[in-house]
């Protein structure tokens, strides 16, 4: 195993298209099969953590968070990837649950459910501030995924596919 990649759901893997609550409403961001398909082959686990503060907010049923993010899955492996682990926090942020980003718990869970993990690369990819927060508290290489932004940093993904060169040059 070559390490593992923490993916924000929304705006990452899917569009953000604010508060997902049907599977008609699932679209890819552009790039990002190819990328996953690629990096699995690789060798990377891949995990997603994704804030899903609209149950709280009662926009959508626990239940109909999971039904959507199934059916995510359950095409991502009709493309052939497998997700490894997914970490929904269905919390408000006023409840200061520990499980939203960019609170750590998920990863806690995650190494405890795949401790052979533990001293692997750990990579980050986001498209929020908060998704940034997360992995600087991880000490994960962080990248953003964000067409629009400048990138002094070298952080910044404008394509999902840039992670493999990105992830290539600085071999891990
Ligand atoms: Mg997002
Ligand atoms: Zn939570």
């Known amino acids: 195993m070559?390490?593992?990649i923490f993916l924000d759901r929304d705006?990452?893997?899917?569009?953000d298209v604010g508060y997902l609550n049907t599977t008609e409403r699932i679209r890819w961001v552009p790039g990002i099969l190819e990328a996953l398909r690629t990096l699995q082959r690789r060798g990377y686990a891949l995990v997603i953590v994704s804030n899903q503060s609209g149950v709280r907010r009662g926009f959508f049923s626990w239940d109909r968070m999971w039904r959507v993010q199934r059916e995510i899955e359950r095409r991502l492996r009709r493309e052939g990837i497998r997700i490894l682990a997914t970490y929904l926090c269905p919390h408000h942020?006023?409840?200061?649950c520990g499980c939203r980003k960019p609170g750590t718990?998920?990863?806690?869970r995650f190494l405890h459910q795949y401790p052979e993990y533990k001293n692997t690369p750990w990579v980050v990819v986001g498209d929020r501030e908060t998704d940034m927060?997360?992995?600087r508290r991880m000490g994960a290489q962080t990248f953003c995924l964000n067409p629009r932004a400048d990138d002094p940093q070298?952080?910044?993904l404008t394509d999902p596919r840039d992670l493999l060169q990105r992830l290539g040059r600085h071999a891990v």
């Open 154 to 156: 070298g952080t910044v």
């Open 11 to 15: 705006g990452v893997i899917v569009q």
């Open 93 to 96: 942020p006023n409840e200061r």
């Open 2 to 4: 070559k390490g593992v």
């Open 133 to 135: 927060e997360f992995g």
């Open 105 to 108: 718990i998920s990863v806690s």
